[in-house]
T-cell receptor
Framework: DGGITQSPKYLFRKEGQNVTLSCEQN?????MYWYRQDPGQGLRLIYY???????QKGDIAEGYSVSREKKESFPLTVTSAQKNPTAFYLC?????????????FGEGSRLTVL | AQSVTQLGSHVSVSEGALVLLRCNYS??????LFWYVQYPNQGLQLLLK??????LVKGINGFEAEFKKSETSFHLTKPSAHMSDAAEYFC???????????FGGGTRVLVKP
């Protein structure tokens, strides 16, 4: 089945540790996105990529890093520089053109810092 | 720059009653507008979208929304609520030439039997 796969679903981290969240898609979409979701704040864009080997910062990129070495994959690293990393992280993809904005989401990764 | 405001973080409706979720946007270019739904501990799913043309847009699960340029609004409605409509709903905007969505804060819908 085509879709977005995020892993792990739940992740616990000690303060000071970097963690990497995986996002893989088999929809052949060019664009991929990472959003952070906190209660009452909606979704905030962390990073996005429209093409392999290129990505742009979103609204809250500080303390995060990404790579886009393959069209199918867009991993997110939450670094120790991120002051408040506990959140629900959502990865999404979309095609270009008229269907841009029609995002397909993964089921999310919930990160808890202990 | 663009932004989205959803009025009411929580809405409670009785089963069979009208569902009305309010969304106002600001955009410096003609907007594309979207409504997404999120069930607990899941990703978001597209309900409907407006790009150009007819201002009344029909989506999945009996939902519809009307684009009103003069009011900069894109309210979501459903004539008769069902228990399965309990979820969180997000309005989003993208400039017509843009490449990323800006989401509102979300409205959580509770359906009472």
């Amino acid at each position: 089945d085509g879709g977005i796969t995020q892993s792990p679903k739940y992740l616990f981290r000690k303060e000071g540790q970097n963690v990497t969240l995986s996002c893989e898609q088999n929809l052949n979409h060019d664009a991929m996105y990472w959003y952070r979701q906190d209660p009452g704040q909606g979704l905030r864009l962390i990073y996005y990529s429209q093409i392999v080997n290129d990505f742009q910062k979103g609204d809250i990129a500080e303390g995060y890093s990404v790579s886009r070495e393959k069209k199918e994959s867009f991993p997110l690293t939450v670094t120790s520089a991120q002051k408040n990393p506990t959140a629900f992280y959502l990865c999404a993809s979309s095609p270009f053109g008229p269907a841009a904005g029609e995002l397909f989401f993964g089921e999310g990764s919930r990160l808890t810092v202990l | 720059a663009q932004s989205v405001t959803q009025l009411g973080s929580h809405v409670s409706v009785s089963e069979g009653a009208l569902v009305l979720l309010r969304c106002n946007y600001s955009s410096s270019v003609p907007p594309y507008l979207f409504w997404y739904v999120q069930y607990p501990n899941q990703g978001l799913q597209l309900l409907l979208k407006y790009t150009t043309g007819a201002t009344l847009v029909k989506g999945i699960n009996g939902f519809e929304a009307e684009f009103k340029k003069s009011e900069t609004s894109f309210h979501l409605t459903k004539p008769s609520a069902h228990m399965s409509d309990a979820a969180e709903y997000f309005c989003a905007v993208m400039g017509a030439a843009g490449n990323k969505l800006t989401f509102g804060g979300g409205t959580r819908v509770l359906v009472k039997p």
